[in-house]
């Protein structure tokens, strides 16, 4: 379904945990974002990586860290610094950097208990 | 940095009508214009996607606009079916966001039967 699986689908977490929401992709693309989605809102970019090893900050990155050891993967974990957490979480991968279309992951609900 | 208006953000049609939904820019550097939908609880998914050096692109019932020099695009849906129902986005590459997409705040849109 796309190549690109994120889990779990349902993540409920505790105040003052950390959480990471997994992100694998086998279309062989080298670049892969994370965005979270509000309801009756538009995706906002926490953080992308265009290489392996290599990652930026979004618009949103605080709160947030990433990694990018293999090109396959890039995890989000969502820190307690992260004031209001509870959202959908979307990662996507493209082939290239920019202009060209990005493949989403089905998303990650979390909800902050 | 880029901005991306997106209107309506709601819009409702009689099925078999037609819809429009437009979306303005900021940059006029800006290259890569596409549309995403996304269906209730799924991932958003590219349905159309246009280039600078084209003014019109279409695909079946869906065609996007491109005026650049009002730095503005469209998405119209023709002869709409209840399976049009869903929020479409609206992105622009950003130049000097480091090639990142800039995403429009989305438009539900209602097909009313």
């Known amino acids: 379904d796309g190549g690109i699986t994120q889990s779990p689908k349902y993540l409920f977490r505790k105040e003052g945990q950390n959480v990471t929401l997994s992100c694998e992709q086998n279309?062989?693309?080298?670049?892969m974002y994370w965005y979270r989605q509000d309801p009756g809102q538009g995706l906002r970019l926490i953080y992308y990586?265009?290489?392996?090893?290599?990652?930026q900050k979004g618009d949103i990155a605080e709160g947030y860290s990433v990694s990018r050891e293999k090109k396959e993967s890039f995890p989000l974990t969502v820190t307690s610094a992260q004031k209001n957490p509870t959202a959908f979480y979307l990662c996507a991968s493209t082939a290239g950097q920019g202009g060209n279309e990005q493949f989403f992951g089905p998303g990650t609900r979390l909800t902050v208990l | 940095g880029e901005n991306v208006e997106q209107h309506p953000s709601t819009l409702s049609v009689q099925e078999g009508d037609s819809a429009v939904i437009k979306c303005t820019y900021s940059?006029?550097?800006?290259?890569?214009f596409p549309w995403y939908k996304q269906e209730l609880g799924k991932r958003p998914q590219l349905i159309i996607d246009?280039?600078?050096n084209v003014g019109e692109k279409k695909d079946q019932r869906i065609a996007v606009t491109l005026n650049k020099t009002a730095k503005h695009f469209s998405l119209h849906i023709t002869e709409t079916q209840p399976e049009d129902s869903a929020v479409y986005f609206c992105?622009?590459?950003?130049?000097?966001?480091?090639?990142?997409?800039?995403w429009g705040a989305g438009t539900k849109l209602i097909i009313k039967p």
């Open positions: 279309l062989n693309h080298d670049a």
């Open positions: 246009i280039r600078s």
């Open positions: 940059d006029s550097a800006s290259n890569y």
């Open positions: 992105a622009v590459l950003g130049m000097d966001s480091n090639y990142q997409l800039i």
């Open positions: 990586s265009q290489i392996v090893n290599d990652f």
